[in-house]
């Protein structure tokens, strides 16, 4: 892991997850400024959190935003103050960061490119089932705390051009099926999509040990759901930016005949990958369904930490430069 005493600004979310506080902790210990870092708490009230809260304040972290998720203009304005303020390098913790505000941030860094030196990710995977991991895979929990969202508040765009919706323009959605049965379908529903492209990650991408095995029973599932006669498969890494991004070119999407839509529900790294992407091809968009609720048992524990240097891939979008 390189050295983060030169970041100028660091972005992460305070959550009732621990995973929140791995990449904090190690950006004071490595020698990083805490006046530098950015945290904002979107995540539900519960004992974990106030518990995080807690330890957040003990490392000396105050500048702590408080944003509403449910409001995309709160999010919104919380997004454009950090890329107004970032210049030279920033280090995004994605771990806990809700794919929304993600999204928003990657798009808001992708205008004001001019100011970057460089941006990088960092992710904290969840750890294996023995050390607690996703709630959907802890078979410690009763059968009735093994979820991690429940519910949708609503549906909407968060990064790209919706293209145009002339009654005879179909939509092809492409699907990256997670743990998040519900809010995967209802999004798809809700577009009504003449083609449908959904899988589960490689099985040998995944970010924790039977992970992959979930998600197939997800994208399966979704299968016999939805009421399209040929449904076709999609190519992802749940480990890896890069290789979501080099996979999604590949698929050579149709932007002429339809209006394309991602909806990215498998891990933030493949979620980052199909957000670059969309912002590198401008007329397709990423959508997102906002939950009801968090299981504040989402994941218990830490597991290995990735590094992704994305400088490239902000520098090359195609968005409209802001000054």
């Not at 070119?249 to 979620?271: C, P, Q, R």
Request: net charge neutral.
């Amino acid at each position: 892991m390189n050295e983060m005493n030169n970041v100028d600004l660091f972005v992460g979310a305070i959550s009732f997850e621990e995973r929140s506080l791995v990449m904090p902790k190690k950006f004071v210990e490595s020698g990083g400024k805490r006046e530098n870092i950015k945290v904002v708490l979107f995540a539900d009230d519960s004992v974990e959190l106030s518990e995080n809260i807690s330890q957040f304040e003990n490392l000396g972290i105050m500048d702590v935003a408080k944003c509403n998720r449910l409001n995309s203009r709160s999010l919104w304005e919380w997004v454009w103050g950090i890329a107004c303020e970032c210049g030279g390098n920033i280090l995004i913790d994605a771990t806990c960061l809700p794919r929304e505000p993600l999204g928003m941030l990657l798009f808001a860094l992708s205008v004001r490119r001019d100011y970057l030196q460089s941006v990088r990710v960092f992710y904290v995977a969840a750890p294996s089932c023995d050390r607690g991991g996703y709630a959907t895979q802890n078979i410690k929990l009763s059968l009735d705390q093994q979820w991690l969202s429940r519910g949708v508040v609503r549906i909407r765009s968060i990064v790209g051009y919706p293209g145009n919706f002339s009654s005879e323009r179909v939509k092809h959605v492409v699907a990256f099926a997670g743990h998040e049965f519900e809010r995967l379908l209802e999004t798809i529903v809700y577009y009504e999509p003449s083609r449908l492209s959904i899988s589960s990650e490689n099985r040998d991408t995944s970010t924790v040990e039977g992970a992959s095995a979930y998600s197939e029973i997800v994208a399966n599932k979704l299968r016999t759901e939805i009421p399209l006669p040929n449904i076709e498969p999609v190519d992802f890494s749940a480990n890896s930016i890069f290789d979501t991004y080099k996979k999604l070119m590949a698929m050579n999407i149709d932007y002429e005949g339809y209006n394309v839509a991602i909806v990215a529900m498998n891990t933030k790294l493949s979620f980052i990958g199909a957000a670059l992407y969309a912002l590198r091809k401008r007329n397709v968009r990423m959508v997102y369904s906002v939950p009801k609720e968090y299981n504040s048992l989402y994941c218990k524990g830490a597991g290995d930490i990735s590094e992704f240097d994305i400088t490239e891939m902000i520098k090359d979008a195609r968005t409209i430069k802001v000054r």
